[in-house]
T-cell receptor, first 114, second 109 residues
Framework: DGGITQSPKYLFRKEGQNVTLSCEQN?????MYWYRQDPGQGLRLIYY???????QKGDIAEGYSVSREKKESFPLTVTSAQKNPTAFYLC?????????????FGQGTRLTVV | GQNIDQPTEMTATEGAIVQINCTYQ??????LFWYQQHAGEAPTFLSY??LDGLEEKGRFSSFLSRSKGYSYLLLKELQMKDSASYLC??????????WGAGTKLIIKP
């Protein structure tokens, strides 16, 4: 079955540590996205990538980094520079950025800093 | 700035009809999406509107008025499983999705 997979579902991190969230898709989609979801707020875009080896900062990229070495994979690293990393992180993909293409989401990773 | 407004929470009765409104102010418009999100899970696509009018898909319908910057999602014959958050999102002139905070829908028996 085609889909988009995030792992792990729950992640605990000590302050000062970097942590990497995995996102893999086998939908053959060109575009991939990372969002952060906090209670009472809309999804906020962290980074996005339209093609392999290229990615762009979203609205809240500070303290995060990504790579897109393969079409299928778009891992997100939450660095120690991110001041408030506890949140629900969602990875998504779409065929392209065209207007009518909906995004498909992974099941999310809930990151808690302890 | 860009803004999407939705009610924070709504309550409805099983078997009834509910309308969730969404108003938007964005730089450009390339379509409006509705997603359903159960607590702790991924959003799932419900509908897409790019032209004015009503799109019907089973128990769910979505309406768009571009001149008014307004959309609604209509849910009929409500079921308990419809208890979820409903997210409105607009693609702006750069094809980036701008998201509302979501409407939490509570269904009572």
């Amino acid at each position: 079955d085609g889909g988009i997979t995030q792992s792990p579902k729950y992640l605990f991190r000590k302050e000062g540590q970097n942590v990497t969230l995995s996102c893999e898709q086998n939908l053959n989609h060109d575009a991939m996205y990372w969002y952060r979801q906090d209670p009472g707020q809309g999804l906020r875009l962290i980074y996005y990538s339209q093609i392999v080896n290229d990615f762009q900062k979203g609205d809240i990229a500070e303290g995060y980094s990504v790579s897109r070495e393969k079409k299928e994979s778009f891992p997100l690293t939450v660095t120690s520079a991110q001041k408030n990393p506890t949140a629900f992180y969602l990875c998504a993909s779409s065929i392209d950025e065209g207007s009518g293409t909906e995004a498909f989401f992974g099941q999310g990773t809930r990151l808690t800093v302890v | 700035g860009q803004n999407i407004d939705q009610p924070t929470e709504m309550t409805a009765t099983e078997g009834a009809i509910v309308q969730i409104n969404c108003t938007y102010q964005t730089s450009g418009f390339n379509g409006l999406f509705w997603y359903q999100q159960h607590a702790g899970e991924a959003p799932t696509f419900l509908s897409y509107n790019v032209l004015d009018g009503l799109e019907e898909k089973g128990r769910f319908s979505s309406f768009l008025s571009r001149s008014k910057g307004y959309s609604y999602l209509l849910l009929k014959e409500l079921q308990m499983k419809d208890s979820a958050s409903y997210l409105c999102a607009v693609k702006d002139s750069n094809y980036q999705l701008i998201w509302g905070a979501g409407t939490k829908l509570i269904i009572k028996p």
